[in-house]
């Protein structure tokens, strides 16, 4: 039976309802702080896992053969077959096998017989979460020098990073539940997700001044959660159950509330966390909060942080707000207000506000987060340049150091970012050319290939730029085909990968790898039609990397490094050279004078050149347009 949500209220609405639905008593109380929580980090932390480790559905509804639904549409319906055209799957569930898209299940007409309808196509890898879509292993959490906060716990513990007399505070009862869960990255496997919301909430707990009671996972029983809810609710003063808020099968909170105590709501306009539960048992709140690990985090700071408060009988520890610009447009919806996550950084003295990834389980985005964005209820959304009010997670004196850096990716940005204050957003190399017209970035790392001369990025400034904007050398890095370990296929060439009809994982549009890519195929005479997977698209080398190592890709073009880290195959093409362009009057900016000198230094030249793939040749060098 699948739950439906029965409201859709204002959420200051929903927490003053509830409020008044609950009394505390004054009572005092000993507490202690985990080990980790304020700790500054000594070294860039990097992920021992992937999060998700395995192919996920993304909604409740129906796994299929995406080459089987292609022909469907309204004026010629099909009809599948369970077991043999579809199965059921809630969201999380593991995709496996033949399966290779997902059908949300508001999309499905359900038959007798164990049959369904569907008049719509569904697309390859269409709503599924790919391995390690959150963070992959090898990629940086958090750098050295970093004061680590609740949600940095939270994706630590995602990545496999698991090694951390008062005024009386509430006790906050804490109860994980998923059959999914596990605690431990040695219990870690097909289909099992380390709990990593719980030891966030711990975290936030003891920032809003409370005491938090953490309980095992509960795997996705009706009478088992009953039996813990209900002896969280005598042990503690406030009770927190995080997943099964939602409307899947396995969805049992809002059951379990109903059958010990009182439902007073569920689901608020709030996105991330519209289903959102609150009630009471024995005169305690209780609060279910959806799973993914950003709407747990939002949800959990909109609606327990007010109830701490409460029972502590102070006004809530509101986060400070400042005017910033937006970078670029957000849509937003009428249906519900809207919290994104967005990165800060001063631009020729104007607060530059950028938004991250949106996805309700991109953990990464609250790490890189410095600020909250709320889009009202009654908007649809921001434009670029608009003026907007942020909510402060880091002070300001930490984002006045940043040096901001949009365009290509490659690890030495994260390098860089141990050494300096540098906030680094990877949107291709196009798409830091396009930053750097707009002065919304102080650098863009490119590396894109001239195809008349052969040369790397002089081209972009006499092509896209007056002489007002100049290049900063790099870094050279060993571009090739990643496969995997033994080369199974075969793969010698691009061209193997066409005739072979294997299956290849590209880089996003603009990026300078995708562009090299394009080159080779054309100097081949080889069309994109003919490269299996061409409009499949990663963001960075690390997620290729990833996705040739599961097996969702036979092949992928990336660096060295990459293939290295993830223990594939490496087939090299050539060098290319990844450079920074940078405004000419940013040069006297103290930001970009450290910048330059970490370039040059000893110390830069030795751990890029311990890297696989990697070489220095006149780093920190400045190359002025002729133009």
């Avoid at 969280?232 to 809002?254: L, P, Y």
Wanted: charged fraction near 25%; proline fraction near 4%.
């Amino acid at each position: 039976m699948r739950n439906k949500y029965i409201d859709n209220i204002d959420c200051d609405t929903a927490i003053e309802n509830f409020k008044r639905e609950v009394e505390f008593s004054e009572r005092t109380e000993t507490i202690s702080i985990t080990q980790a929580l304020h700790r500054i980090t000594g070294k860039l932390i990097t992920a021992r896992v992937s999060s998700p480790n395995y192919n996920a559905s993304a909604m409740d509804g129906i796994a299929v053969r995406s080459a089987d639904t292609m022909e469907a549409r309204e004026s010629n319906p099909f009809i599948l077959e369970e077991g043999k055209e579809f199965i059921y799957v809630n969201t999380g569930a593991p995709i496996l096998g033949e399966w290779d898209s997902v059908i949300m299940i508001e999309d499905v007409t359900e038959l007798e017989q164990g049959r369904v309808e569907i008049i719509k196509a569904s697309k390859p890898w269409q709503h599924i979460r790919p391995i390690g879509e959150d963070i992959i292993k090898g990629d940086p959490i958090i750098p050295a020098g970093h004061k680590i906060r609740p949600q940095d716990i939270g994706a630590l513990i995602s990545g496999g990073v698991l090694e951390v007399e008062v005024v009386a505070k509430p006790k906050v009862a804490i109860i994980p539940t998923g059959s999914e869960i596990v605690e431990e990255t040695s219990h870690l496997q097909v289909g099992k997700i380390i709990d990593s919301n719980s030891h966030m909430f711990m975290g936030m707990v003891e920032e809003f001044g409370g005491e938090g009671i953490r309980y095992s996972p509960v795997k996705d029983d009706f009478d088992t959660l009953c039996e813990t809810v209900s002896r969280a609710a005598e042990e503690s003063d406030i009770v927190v159950i995080n997943a099964g808020s939602s409307a899947g099968t396995k969805d049992f909170t809002v059951r379990v509330i109903e059958k010990l105590g009182r439902v007073i709501s569920h689901g608020v306009a709030l996105k991330p966390g519209k289903p959102t539960i609150m009630g009471v048992i024995d005169g305690k709140p209780v609060i279910g909060i959806p799973g993914y690990p950003v709407s747990s985090f939002i949800t959990f700071d909109t609606f327990v942080k007010p109830i701490i408060s409460h029972y502590l009988k102070r006004r809530d520890g509101r986060r400070s707000v400042v005017e910033a610009v937006l970078s670029r447009t957000i849509p937003s919806s009428l249906k519900h207000k809207e919290i994104v996550r967005v990165s800060l950084g001063y631009i020729d003295g104007e607060l530059l506000a950028t938004p991250l990834t949106r996805g309700a389980g991109v953990t990464m985005s609250l790490v890189k987060a410095h600020a909250f964005l709320a889009i009202p209820r009654e908007y649809e959304g921001y434009s670029a340049g608009s003026r907007v009010e942020v909510e402060l997670l880091t002070s300001l004196e930490e984002i006045e150091e940043q040096l901001i850096s949009i365009g290509s990716h490659d690890i030495v940005m994260d390098l860089i970012s141990s050494n300096l204050h540098l906030s680094s957003t990877h949107v291709g190399s196009m798409g830091g050319i396009s930053a750097l017209k707009r002065k919304q970035t102080h650098l863009a790392p490119i590396h894109i290939l001239d195809e008349a001369t052969g040369l790397y990025n002089v081209g972009v400034l006499k092509k896209y730029f007056d002489d007002s904007v100049c290049l900063i050398k790099g870094i050279e890095r060993e571009q090739g085909i990643m496969v995997p370990k033994g080369n199974p296929k075969g793969v010698e060439s691009i061209r193997d990968i066409a005739e072979k009809s294997l299956i290849f994982i590209n880089r996003q549009r603009g990026a300078g790898t995708r562009i090299l890519l394009d080159y080779l195929l054309k100097t081949q005479e080889i069309f994109s039609e003919e490269i299996v997977g061409y409009d499949r698209e990663a963001t960075t080398h690390m997620a290729c990397g990833i996705a040739v190592k599961s097996g969702d890709a036979d092949a992928a073009l990336g660096i060295r490094a990459a293939a290295d880290i993830n223990g594939l195959d490496f087939i090299s093409l050539s060098y290319e050279e990844y450079d920074f362009l940078v405004r000419e009057e940013d040069l006297k900016d103290v930001r970009i004078e450290e910048f330059i000198s970490f370039l040059k230094s000893d110390s830069f030249k030795g751990k890029v050149e311990a890297l696989p793939g990697y070489r220095v040749k006149n780093s920190g060098k400045i190359i002025k347009n002729t133009v």
